[in-house]
């Protein structure tokens, strides 16, 4: 491929190449950093989960790392105590927002959330902030999958596969602010509305929003 | 074509358009303020009212619809214009009183001066508006010709000076333009103060083809009206900005983004662009050169996050208006993935000034790192509310002072917020701060949209925290995980001390979830939102300690913490007037004639406090919410 | 989902085909399109909408997505009469909220929503550019300043003068606004 760049993540050198996102960089040498919403063909990454964020020396605040291209002679840091206190933080706001039932999710031991928890200690638990109580209806009219929106993190990754992957469009953000979901044209259950059923976003969807009836926890 | 015809062309333009004004300026003119603010005031009325009595006395007078006078405090403004007398401004008119006018002034030779607020050229018989302290400070670049000129003729603008400076640039190479902006260190007043100079540079710089310039006229904050006025009272003066930048960024296409709230800023400049191009000064080979561009303009849909510069362009390319996060830049990649600039309406009207008179003229006022003048509206517990202009520089206590003429009926002033949804809230103490960019964002505020609020003792900094809050939670795009979540779970806190309810550690959670939404959140939306919360924490932290550790509001506005109590010495218990006010009948009359209120059906609506009679002012606030007796009971 | 009365599918479809053919089809004229069509119609259709992906060659659902991302479109029909209440800084200060509680109380409607008999719609809105007269509120297009509680009462009297007869299509007033109290 094109040209090799080497750049020092927490103090280890690696090759990597030009053009390269740090996040991909790091993942493929096995260095963790949390990510939820990174889709590594998009080249304007949305970057709207706000956990992959990592340090660069000579940059002042922390830079989401899904959306930097790696340079020559960088040196990132993963870990410091203000990044892991940015990233608790995202990780805490988005669970106060998830329908935290691990038990019953089809998406147990499965799942992004709990990954991001296990690698950097959190807990999966709500104490500091308080969970939003909202309820949202279970659309489970496709043949052999469903969506609970009430576990949906927002991260885009179906729409992705949706618009991309499958060429089709059924789905989509609406509305704006704490109202934003992932929805169809005019909220029509998914077996109504254009959708083909084809199954590439319940495969991308990275907590258990989208998720086979087979999996279901009965 | 050669620089003599150029410029030759443009001075019989003017020429032209001078002679037109002038037979006009024969006759008497009346010029009324219909910006939106003076139709709100009735300026209409008083336009039919003028016309009436002009042609029942049959006058040879004209009546002329102008901008924003920047007096909103005395809406409806109108200034008469009369050959042999200085033009005079009169406020707070009615029927009465433009009867009287049109029959002394008019028609007579009495300018009425018991009625004038000032005089608006300089004269021996009345003084001028720069007589007053307001005028001693105030110092007008881009406000000049606003409520002065007509904005519905671009003869008007021309024969002010109009559009020379376009002449001028034209007859130089696009780079000279760049020099002055750069030189002028003109920095944009949307927001951040960016220099525009480096901006254009940047966006000269990115290749020769397809390129864009975009007005950003979509002020969305929530007590800010500067852009409006310049759009609606003088419109020429912002396109004049824009083909100036065009040409020295060598782009043929502009638009201007006016937000969907501001009909009237739309058809004014609907029409200035329509007048322009009919002039040649618009369009293809502006004054006969070989240089073409063109704009139009496009309606925002109400929501504010589109003023972000990233989201503005998704939303002229018809998709959601959501920021994407930066790098690349516009001028690399901005609208159609062109290079594009992008700067506020101030910014712009700026620029003619600038050429035309030069860099060092725009120097000449203002600080060294932000020169030139600043922009306000002033709201909030001040006399003089409405639109000023003063240079960078002046203080934060003369402005409030001196300009604004200070807090109505000796009202002790607590705290000033600047920059909107985005700034932040500063005490007394912070008064003597210089405002410029740099130094207002060291005290923790920002210049921001130039929104100013005087707030006194009646106002609660808690309560004013969450105010803000509540507008950027609620104009969050929703996009990233931090702005989304973290402020509505700043604004649920903040909701829950407004009821008295927490402890510090909801106060240093407070402050920590701030901190992280402004270092976490993708756009400036998100990591500026927690700006007021984090101003009044700092400046304010016994106020937010009384809500939570006493359920006492100090300045008695929340609801939950305050109730409405008729004090029995004062009130006289004849008048009955309160019980009439209150929408749900939670007033009687006691045995013993005096008035009292059910708690249990009082909603709290302040209604019988301001129907109660100023000479018995017997309905009061009291915080915590316990009445004396109870109090009593409890004590012992 | 709205039930769409004798002839307003055929107005729709006029309106949406007159619209489409005043703007060349591209992705970026979706939202000038919208703002026209709804303000032909009032507000935005479910079958508008439709059309107009069509014509535009854009999504559905993104049609959709847009309609409920901007504050300016609606996707029911206005009230006979529209009530802005200003909720910007000056407003709020001056008592902005307790204007719009009073008319909430008064219409028997929370904001942002419309009565059910459509006479009418309740908003806020943040400054419509004339704070020097807070508190500020606009009815039906007419903005009126220093709205006190009185003047809240006197313009809903106004409004409520404004019923075609006594029954019909609308449902008569409801007597009594202190029915949520005790
Ligand atoms: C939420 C948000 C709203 C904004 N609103 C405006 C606005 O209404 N007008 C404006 O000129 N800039 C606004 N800005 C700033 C713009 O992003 C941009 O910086 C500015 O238009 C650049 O112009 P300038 O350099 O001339 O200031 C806003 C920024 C944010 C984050
Ligand atoms: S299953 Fe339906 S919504 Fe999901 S990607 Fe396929 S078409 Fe799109
Ligand atoms: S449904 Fe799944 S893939 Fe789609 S946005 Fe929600 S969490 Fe992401
Ligand atoms: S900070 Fe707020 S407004 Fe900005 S992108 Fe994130 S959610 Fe949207
Ligand atoms: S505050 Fe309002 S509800 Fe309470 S007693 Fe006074 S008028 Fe009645
Ligand atoms: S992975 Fe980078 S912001 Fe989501
Ligand atoms: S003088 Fe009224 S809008 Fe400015
Ligand atoms: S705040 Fe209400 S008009 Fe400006």
Same mark, same amino acid.
């Given at each position: 491929m094109s040209e090799?760049?080497?750049?020092?993540?927490?103090?280890?050198?690696?090759?990597?190449h030009h053009g390269e996102k740090i996040l991909w960089?790091?993942?493929?040498?096995?260095?963790?950093?949390?990510?939820?919403c990174a889709i590594k063909k998009e080249t304007r990454p949305n970057a709207s989960c706000r956990?992959c964020?990592?340090?660069?020396?000579?940059?002042?605040?922390?830079v989401t790392s899904c959306t930097r291209e790696v340079e020559?002679?960088?040196?990132?840091?993963?870990?410091?105590?203000?990044?892991?206190?940015?990233?608790?933080?995202?990780?805490?706001?988005?669970?106060?927002?998830?329908?935290?039932?691990?038990?019953?999710?089809?998406?147990?031991?499965?799942?992004?959330?709990? =990954?991001?928890?296990?690698?950097?200690?959190?807990?999966?638990? #709500?104490?500091?902030?308080?969970?939003?109580?909202?309820?949202?209806?279970?659309?489970?009219?496709?043949?052999?999958?469903?969506?609970? #929106?009430?576990?949906?993190?927002?991260c885009g990754q179906?729409i992705w596969a949706d618009r991309v992957e499958a060429e089709v469009g +059924?789905i989509g953000f609406s509305?704006r602010?704490?109202?934003r979901?992932?929805?169809?044209?005019?909220?029509?259950?998914?077996?109504?509305?254009?959708? /083909?059923?084809?199954?590439?976003?319940?495969?991308?969807?990275?907590?258990?929003?989208?998720?086979?009836?087979?999996?279901?926890?009965? | 074509?050669?620089?003599?015809?150029?410029?030759? %062309?443009?001075?019989?333009?003017?020429?032209?358009?001078?002679?037109?004004?002038?037979?006009?300026?024969?006759?008497?003119?009346?010029?009324?303020?219909?910006?939106?603010?003076?139709?709100?005031?009735?300026?209409?009325?008083?336009?039919?009212?003028?016309?009436?009595?002009?042609?029942?006395?049959?006058?040879?007078?004209?009546?002329?619809?102008?901008?924003?006078?920047?007096?909103?405090?005395?809406?409806?403004?109108?200034?008469?214009? *009369?050959?042999?007398?200085?033009?005079?401004?009169?406020?707070?008119?009615?029927?009465?009183?433009?009867?009287?006018?049109?029959?002394?002034?008019?028609?007579?030779?009495?300018?009425?001066?018991?009625?004038?607020? +000032?005089?608006?050229?300089?004269?021996?018989?009345?003084?001028?508006?720069?007589?007053?302290?307001?005028?001693?400070?105030?110092?007008?670049?881009?406000?000049?010709?606003?409520?002065?000129?007509?904005?519905?003729?671009?003869?008007?603008?021309?024969?002010?000076?109009?559009?020379?400076?376009?002449?001028?640039?034209?007859?130089?190479?696009p780079?000279?333009v760049l020099?002055?902006v750069?030189? +002028?260190?003109?920095?944009g007043?949307g927001g951040a103060?960016f220099p525009a100079g480096k901006k254009w540079e940047a966006c000269l710089n990115n290749g020769e083809n397809e390129k864009y310039v975009i007005c950003n006229g979509d002020?969305g904050?929530?007590?800010?009206?500067?852009?409006?006025? =310049?759009?609606?009272?003088?419109?020429?003066?912002v396109i004049?900005g824009m083909i100036l930048c065009a040409y020295a960024v060598g782009s043929h296409q502009g638009y201007l983004y006016i937000r969907a709230?501001?009909?009237?800023?739309?058809?004014?400049? #609907?029409?200035?662009i329509?007048?322009?191009?009919?002039?040649?000064?618009l369009g293809s080979?502006?004054?006969?050169?070989?240089f073409s561009f063109d704009l139009e303009v496009f309606q925002g849909s109400?929501a504010f996050i589109c003023g972000e510069a990233t989201a503005l362009v998704n939303s002229m390319e018809g998709k959601m208006g959501m920021p994407e996060s930066r790098p690349p830049r516009l001028v690399e990649q901005g609208f159609r993935g062109k290079p594009t600039v992008l700067n506020n309406v101030?910014t712009f009207?700026?620029?003619?000034?600038?050429?035309? #008179?030069?860099?060092?003229?725009?120097?000449?006022?203002?600080?060294?790192?932000?020169?030139?003048?600043?922009?306000?509206?002033?709201?909030?517990?001040?006399?003089?509310?409405?639109?000023?202009?003063?240079?960078?520089?002046?203080?934060?206590?003369?402005?409030?002072?001196?300009?604004?003429?200070?807090?109505?009926?000796?009202? &002790?002033?607590?705290?000033?917020?600047?920059?909107?949804? @985005?700034?932040?809230?500063?005490?007394?103490?912070?008064?003597?701060?210089?405002?410029?960019?740099?130094?207002?964002?060291?005290?923790? +505020?920002?210049?921001?949209?130039?929104?100013?609020?005087?707030?006194?003792?009646?106002?609660?900094?808690?309560?004013?925290?969450?105010?803000?809050?509540?507008?950027?939670?609620? &104009? @969050?795009c929703g996009k990233c995980?931090?702005?989304?979540?973290?402020?509505?779970?700043?604004?649920?806190?903040?909701?829950?001390?407004?009821?008295?309810?927490?402890?510090?550690?909801?106060?240093?959670?407070?402050?920590?979830?701030?901190?992280?939404?402004?270092?976490?959140s993708l756009c400036n939306l998100g990591r500026?939102?927690?700006?007021?919360?984090?101003?009044?924490?700092?400046?304010?932290?016994?106020?937010?300690?009384?809500?939570?550790?006493?359920? %006492?509001?100090?300045?008695?506005?929340?609801?939950?913490?305050?109730?409405?109590?008729?004090? $029995?010495?004062?009130?006289?218990?004849?008048?009955?007037?309160?019980?009439?006010?209150?929408?749900?009948?939670?007033?009687?009359? %006691?045995?013993?004639?005096?008035?009292?209120?059910?708690?249990?059906?009082?909603?709290?609506?302040?209604?019988?406090? *301001?129907?109660?009679?100023?000479?018995?002012?017997?309905?009061?606030?009291?915080?915590?919410?316990?009445?004396?007796?109870?109090?009593?009971?409890?004590?012992? | 989902?709205?039930?769409?009365?004798?002839?307003?599918?055929?107005?729709?479809?006029?309106?949406?085909?007159?619209?489409l053919?005043?703007n060349s089809k591209t992705h970026e004229n979706l939202i000038p399109v919208l703002q026209?069509?709804?303000?032909?119609?009032?507000?935005?259709?479910?079958?508008?909408?439709?059309?107009i992906a &069509?014509g535009l060659d854009v999504p559905a659902a993104d049609v959709f997505g847009l309609a409920?991302f901007y504050?300016?479109?609606?996707?029911? $029909?206005?009230?006979?009469?529209?009530?802005?209440?200003?909720?910007?800084?000056?407003?709020?200060?001056?008592?902005?909220?307790? /204007?719009? &509680?009073?008319?909430? %109380?008064?219409?028997?409607?929370?904001?942002?929503?419309?009565?059910?008999?459509?006479?009418?719609?309740?908003?806020?809105?943040?400054?419509?550019?004339?704070?020097?007269?807070?508190?500020?509120?606009?009815?039906?297009?007419?903005?009126?300043? *220093?709205?006190?509680?009185?003047?809240?009462?006197?313009?809903?009297?106004?409004?409520?003068?404004?019923?075609?007869?006594?029954?019909?299509?609308?449902?008569?007033?409801?007597?009594?606004?202190?029915?949520?109290?005790?």
């Amino acid at each position: 491929m094109s040209e090799e760049i080497t750049i020092t993540i927490d103090d280890g050198e690696i090759k990597t190449h030009h053009g390269e996102k740090i996040l991909w960089a790091a993942l493929e040498n096995d260095i963790y950093i949390p990510h939820l919403c990174a889709i590594k063909k998009e080249t304007r990454p949305n970057a709207s989960c706000r956990l992959c964020f990592v340090e660069i020396e000579g940059h002042e605040r922390p830079v989401t790392s899904c959306t930097r291209e790696v340079e020559e002679g960088m040196v990132v840091k993963t870990r410091s105590p203000r990044l892991d206190r940015l990233v608790k933080t995202g990780f805490e706001l988005l669970l106060s927002d998830h329908n935290l039932n691990c038990r019953e999710c089809p998406a147990n031991r499965n799942c992004a959330l709990q =990954v991001i928890a296990k690698k950097r200690g959190f807990k999966l638990k #709500r104490d500091r902030i308080k969970p939003i109580e909202r309820e949202f209806e279970l659309d489970d009219s496709p043949a052999e999958f469903a969506f609970d #929106r009430s576990r949906c993190v927002l991260c885009g990754q179906c729409i992705w596969a949706d618009r991309v992957e499958a060429e089709v469009g +059924a789905i989509g953000f609406s509305n704006r602010g704490l109202k934003r979901v992932v929805t169809t044209f005019n909220d029509l259950p998914l077996a109504d509305s254009i959708c /083909t059923e084809c199954k590439l976003c319940v495969d991308v969807c990275p907590v258990g929003a989208l998720y086979y009836k087979k999996d279901q926890k009965a | 074509m050669n620089k003599t015809d150029l410029l030759k %062309r443009y001075e019989d333009m003017k020429e032209e358009a001078r002679q037109s004004i002038q037979a006009r300026q024969e006759k008497s003119l009346v010029l009324i303020g219909t910006a939106t603010c003076g139709l709100a005031a009735g300026a209409m009325q008083v336009k039919e009212d003028f016309i009436r009595e002009i042609e029942t006395k049959g006058l040879e007078a004209e009546v002329i619809e102008v901008g924003c006078i920047g007096h909103c405090y005395a809406e409806p403004l109108a200034i008469i214009a *009369k050959p042999g007398y200085p033009a005079v401004c009169y406020g707070n008119l009615d029927e009465g009183l433009v009867h009287r006018l049109v029959e002394d002034f008019l028609a007579g030779d009495d300018p009425s001066y018991e009625y004038a607020m +000032a005089a608006l050229d300089r004269n021996d018989e009345f003084p001028t508006f720069e007589d007053f302290p307001r005028g001693v400070y105030e110092e007008k670049m881009i406000l000049e010709h606003c409520g002065l000129t007509d904005f519905k003729k671009i003869e008007s603008y021309i024969a002010n000076g109009g559009y020379e400076a376009l002449a001028k640039a034209l007859s130089e190479d696009p780079g000279f333009v760049l020099e002055e902006v750069k030189e +002028a260190n003109l920095r944009g007043r949307g927001g951040a103060g960016f220099p525009a100079g480096k901006k254009w540079e940047a966006c000269l710089n990115n290749g020769e083809n397809e390129k864009y310039v975009i007005c950003n006229g979509d002020e969305g904050d929530p007590g800010a009206f500067m852009d409006r006025s =310049v759009l609606e009272s003088d419109p020429h003066l912002v396109i004049e900005g824009m083909i100036l930048c065009a040409y020295a960024v060598g782009s043929h296409q502009g638009y201007l983004y006016i937000r969907a709230e501001y009909p009237r800023a739309v058809e004014h400049v #609907r029409e200035a662009i329509k007048q322009a191009r009919e002039k040649g000064l618009l369009g293809s080979s502006i004054l006969g050169t070989d240089f073409s561009f063109d704009l139009e303009v496009f309606q925002g849909s109400g929501a504010f996050i589109c003023g972000e510069a990233t989201a503005l362009v998704n939303s002229m390319e018809g998709k959601m208006g959501m920021p994407e996060s930066r790098p690349p830049r516009l001028v690399e990649q901005g609208f159609r993935g062109k290079p594009t600039v992008l700067n506020n309406v101030k910014t712009f009207a700026y620029v003619p000034l600038i050429i035309s #008179r030069g860099a060092d003229w725009f120097k000449s006022t203002g600080t060294s790192e932000s020169p030139g003048t600043a922009v306000f509206s002033l709201v909030g517990k001040i006399n003089n509310t409405g639109l000023v202009e003063v240079p960078m520089g002046t203080t934060l206590r003369q402005l409030i002072e001196e300009v604004g003429d200070g807090l109505p009926n000796g009202r &002790e002033f607590k705290a000033v917020q600047i920059g909107g949804p @985005s700034g932040g809230c500063l005490p007394e103490s912070s008064l003597d701060v210089p405002i410029d960019f740099d130094s207002l964002h060291e005290a923790g +505020a920002i210049m921001g949209s130039g929104g100013l609020v005087v707030m006194d003792q009646d106002d609660c900094m808690v309560s004013v925290a969450r105010y803000f809050l509540e507008f950027t939670q609620h &104009e @969050s795009c929703g996009k990233c995980t931090f702005c989304r979540l973290g402020t509505k779970h700043m604004l649920d806190i903040l909701t829950d001390i407004t009821r008295g309810e927490g402890d510090l550690e909801t106060l240093e959670l407070l402050k920590e979830l701030s901190e992280d939404v402004r270092d976490g959140s993708l756009c400036n939306l998100g990591r500026t939102a927690p700006n007021p919360v984090l101003t009044t924490l700092r400046y304010f932290y016994d106020e937010y300690r009384a809500h939570v550790e006493e359920g %006492r509001c100090p300045a008695l506005v929340c609801r939950d913490l305050i109730l409405y109590y008729i004090k $029995p010495p004062k009130c006289s218990k004849l008048c009955n007037v309160c019980v009439g006010s209150c929408p749900t009948e939670a007033i009687y009359t %006691r045995e013993d004639g005096l008035k009292a209120i059910d708690q249990d059906k009082c909603v709290k609506c302040d209604n019988c406090r *301001k129907a109660c009679p100023d000479e018995y002012d017997a309905v009061i606030k009291l915080s915590p919410p316990e009445l004396p007796a109870e109090k009593e009971r409890k004590a012992k | 989902m709205l039930q769409l009365k004798e002839g307003e599918k055929e107005e729709i479809l006029a309106c949406v085909k007159e619209v489409l053919g005043e703007n060349s089809k591209t992705h970026e004229n979706l939202i000038p399109v919208l703002q026209q069509v709804q303000k032909k119609l009032g507000y935005l259709p479910v079958l508008a909408m439709e059309k107009i992906a &069509e014509g535009l060659d854009v999504p559905a659902a993104d049609v959709f997505g847009l309609a409920t991302f901007y504050n300016q479109f609606r996707l029911n $029909p206005p009230g006979k009469h529209e009530v802005k209440v200003c909720l910007g800084t000056a407003c709020y200060m001056t008592g902005g909220d307790i /204007t719009l &509680e009073s008319f909430e %109380r008064r219409m028997e409607i929370k904001e942002s929503e419309t009565s059910p008999d459509r006479h009418y719609s309740l908003e806020r809105v943040a400054c419509v550019g004339c704070c020097s007269l807070a508190p500020v509120v606009v009815v039906d297009d007419q903005v009126e300043g *220093k709205v006190t509680p009185t003047r809240v009462d006197g313009i809903m009297l106004e409004l409520e003068a404004d019923r075609d007869g006594p029954a019909g299509e609308e449902s008569g007033p409801k007597e009594g606004g202190n029915s949520e109290q005790d």
